[in-house]
C-alpha cells in the first residue's frame, strides 16, 4: 500500500516501481504461509488478508476486494470469530475499521459485525479520507 501510495504522491517515479509484482509477492507470501500452517490461522495472517483487501478497496477492485473479504470470513470462523484475534483486541479494530471503511468505497455491505462475525468494537461512520490516506 505504501508504494501504491508513493506513486501517487511522485508519479515520476512510478516507473520505477512494480506494483504488481510487490502485489503478487505478497499473496505468494500469505498463500505460503496458510499452506504451511496446515489449517492454523495466525494474526499475521489475519491482517496480511486484511491488508490485501484494503489495498483492493482503496486502488483495485471491488471483486477482488469481495474475494478477500470472503477468505477473511473464512479464516475468522476457523478462529473461533472476531474476539479470538490478538493484540489485545487491535487486531479485531483493525479489521472491523478496514471492513467498515472499504464496504464504504466499494458501494458493498459490512462484512462483519453482524451475528455471523459479532464485535464488540462499533464505530460512529466510516472515515474514508483517513482510510484511504488523502489529506
Request: with cysteine; charged share 15%; net charge negative.
Amino acid at each position: 500500500m505504501a508504494a501504491s501510495h508513493y506513486c501517487i504522491v511522485n508519479p515520476s517515479q512510478a516507473t520505477l516501481i512494480d506494483l504488481l509484482a510487490l502485489k503478487a509477492r505478497a499473496l505468494s507470501e500469505i498463500n505460503t504461509a496458510l499452506t504451511n500452517h496446515q489449517g492454523t490461522i495466525t494474526d499475521a495472517m489475519v491482517g496480511a488478508v486484511a491488508k490485501m483487501a484494503a489495498y483492493e478497496a482503496i486502488f483495485g477492485d471491488s471483486e477482488v476486494f469481495a474475494a478477500h473479504m470472503k477468505g477473511l470470513q473464512m479464516m475468522l470462523k476457523l478462529r473461533g470469530g472476531l474476539g479470538t484475534l490478538g493484540l489485545d483486541g487491535l487486531l479485531e479494530r483493525m479489521v472491523v475499521w478496514i471492513d467498515l471503511n472499504a464496504a464504504h468505497l466499494t458501494g458493498r455491505e459490512v462484512a462483519l459485525g453482524g451475528d455471523a462475525f459479532p464485535t464488540r468494537v462499533r464505530f460512529a461512520a466510516p472515515d474514508p479520507f483517513h482510510f484511504a490516506g488523502i489529506s
